[in-house]
T-cell receptor, first 114, second 113 residues
Framework: GDSVTQMEGPVTLSEEAFLTINCTYT??????LFWYVQYPGEGLQLLLK?????DKGSNKGFEATYRKETTSFHLEKGSVQVSDSAVYFC?????????????FGKGITLSVRP | DAGITQSPRHKVTETGTPVTLRCHQTENHRYMYWYRQDPGHGLRLIHY???????DKGEVSDGYSVSRSKTEDFLLTLESATSSQTSVYFC????????????FGPGTRLTVT
């Protein structure tokens, strides 16, 4: 079946540090890939997505590139801010019509200290 | 932000009582989902709906039932709540498209004592 593996957390960084959060996947078909972010006490928000190999999704300074050869979709940001403190989820979907579903990784908590 | 509301936002109930959570959307999206979020498990799909009166089970459906009589409303019922169902419950919506992103509601925190 489909699965998503995220690096173990939590991650603590100082403000303006470089961020990488690893995500790898296995999928039976050709997936679309997503990063979601969850701020404390809120629901999940779509951060970025990529729908085909070599696509780069970007939003709010975050980037992730769809790497089919390494089955990866690592999230990066050049300079994190305290406001980026949140839980980050990698996810995939393989579109199969009515039974299409998102498969999530377990999430990783990022804390950014001033 | 997608127009998704969940009610109630917080609920405390006793073991053995029935509980119904409501998800309401104003986006007219065809697909709706219920997830639960627990530490160490991420998000797990409980049930989903791909149209009015069309529902199916997810990976953790035992002890839960759903109903969807209108496009905009998706109800999750715990027939007899147990302490293991203490969790945060999220509703999500989507359209059938190849990119297939889902949009999430704010969540309901349910505590079963």
């Amino acid at each position: 079946g489909d699965s998503v593996t995220q690096m173990e957390g939590p991650v603590t960084l100082s403000e303006e540090a470089f961020l990488t959060i690893n995500c790898t996947y296995t999928a039976t078909g050709y997936p679309s890939l997503f990063w979601y972010v969850q701020y404390p006490g809120e629901g999940l928000q779509l951060l970025l997505k990529a729908t085909k190999a070599d696509d780069k999704g970007s939003n709010k300074g975050f980037e992730a590139t769809y790497r089919k050869e390494t089955t990866s979709f690592h999230l990066e940001k050049g300079s994190v801010q305290v406001s980026d403190s949140a839980v980050y989820f990698c996810a995939l979907s393989v579109y199969t019509g009515a039974n299409s579903k998102l498969t999530f990784g377990k999430g990783i908590t990022l804390s950014v200290r001033p | 932000d997608a127009g998704i509301t969940q009610s109630p936002r917080h609920k405390v109930t006793e073991t053995g009582t029935p509980v119904t959570l409501r998800c309401h959307q104003t986006e007219n999206h065809r697909y709706m989902y219920w997830y639960r979020q627990d530490p160490g498990h991420g998000l797990r799909l409980i049930h989903y709906s791909y149209g009015v009166k069309d529902t199916d089970k997810g990976e953790v459906s035992d002890g839960y039932s759903v109903s969807r009589s209108k496009t905009e409303d998706f109800l999750l019922t715990l027939e007899s709540a147990t302490s293991s169902q203490t969790s945060v419950y999220f509703c999500a919506i989507s359209e059938p498209s190849p990119s297939y992103e889902q949009y999430f509601g704010p969540g309901t925190r349910l505590t079963v004592t």
